[in-house]
């Protein structure tokens, strides 16, 4: 199998961590409990961070005109560490 292929391969259907290289799954139990998840009830509504579900310290009213149009989105873990990496990995 040539390299372009078992490239395309190993991206569709991974048999190493993509975190620590580790033979198995996508993510080893290892790496995947290190990943800091976000509680979406605890999250901003309007912007997504993940402590403004009362009082968000990142809206402010600059950046409230500048999402008046956008739908609010939270990601699902925090872009630090091991998610940062394993999102660069896969972009």
Same mark, same amino acid.
């Given at each position: 199998?040539?390299?372009? @292929? ?25 790496? @995947? ?9 605890? @999250? ?38 091991? @998610? ?8």
């Amino acid at each position: 199998m040539g390299f372009v @292929a078992q490239s395309i391969c190993e991206t569709l259907w991974p048999t190493r961590c993509a975190l620590c290289d580790t033979p198995g799954k996508l993510l080893c139990p290892r790496c @995947a409990r290190s990943l800091e998840f976000i509680d979406y009830y605890r @999250a901003c509504p309007r912007c997504g961070s993940p402590w403004g579900s009362l009082q968000c310290d990142r809206c402010n009213p600059v950046t409230e005109r500048e999402l008046a149009d956008v739908f609010p989105c939270v990601s699902c873990f925090r872009y630090e560490g091991g @998610a940062a990496l394993l999102i660069k990995t896969y972009k």
